[in-house]
């Protein structure tokens, strides 16, 4: 489900900026999406600069297209390339269907791991979405094995949906219902 496109998607938290990716996360792209480590339960191989380079346009391309969209995110304190952290819609062929839920997803670069960034940045971006898109679910895919990204989840709120088969790997489909905003009125207003 599109949502209006927001001007400027940026946002800090107390140790990461995060911003729409650009050319220049290119090479930082590279070198994370080359490295054996990141992609263990990210498709199983390291990608090539072609693949990171698709990854790069399908990322800036869902801003316009979706209101929603992946952020680089980077160390404040030092501008270091940490990771991609956000939304999509990739229109997965698997069973069952992710209903156009927005996918929320999480990548980091192996010397920014167990430190907490994934989980913070994800928040962030969760609290971005509830704020600006009234989906009223999002989904995360994650290989059976990975757990540093399941304990993420579990932290962000998702709990597991449902198991299956995606190209050939074993994942468990993850869902996080939309919190309910609770309105600071408790009653009827005050007379003028």
């Known amino acids: 489900m599109p949502i209006t496109m927001i001007a400027n ?3 800090d938290t107390a140790r ?3 911003r729409v990716h650009a050319v220049s996360d290119y090479e930082d792209e ?3 999406w080359g490295d054996p480590t990141v992609t263990r339960y990210i498709g199983g191989r390291a990608s090539t600069r072609e ?3 698709s990854r790069l346009l399908r990322y800036a391309g869902h801003w316009p297209l979706m209101g929603y969209g992946y952020w680089a995110v980077r160390e404040r304190a030092t ?3 940490v990771g991609d952290v956000g939304f999509a819609d990739f229109r997965r062929d698997i069973e069952p269907s992710l209903d156009n839920a927005p996918e929320m ?3 980091l670069a192996p010397w920014s791991h167990g430190r907490g960034f994934a989980t913070e940045a994800t928040r962030a971006a969760l609290d971005w979405l509830e704020e600006h898109a009234p989906v009223p679910r999002t989904v995360c895919m994650i290989d059976a094995p990975n757990a540093p990204s399941i ?3 579990a932290k962000c709120g998702f709990a597991p949906w449902t198991r299956t088969t995606y190209k050939g790997s074993e994942v468990t489909i993850y869902e996080r219902l939309r919190t309910p905003r609770t309105s600071v009125l408790t009653g009827p207003p005050s007379p003028a």
Do not use: D, K, Q
Request: proline share 5%; net charge positive.
């Open 9 to 11: 998607p940026s946002i």
């Open 16 to 18: 990461l900026s995060m």
């Open 30 to 32: 590279i070198a994370m």
């Open 51 to 53: 693949e990171t380079w």
């Open 79 to 81: 501008g270091r390339f």
């Open 105 to 107: 997803g999480w990548v």
């Open 151 to 153: 304990r993420v989840a």
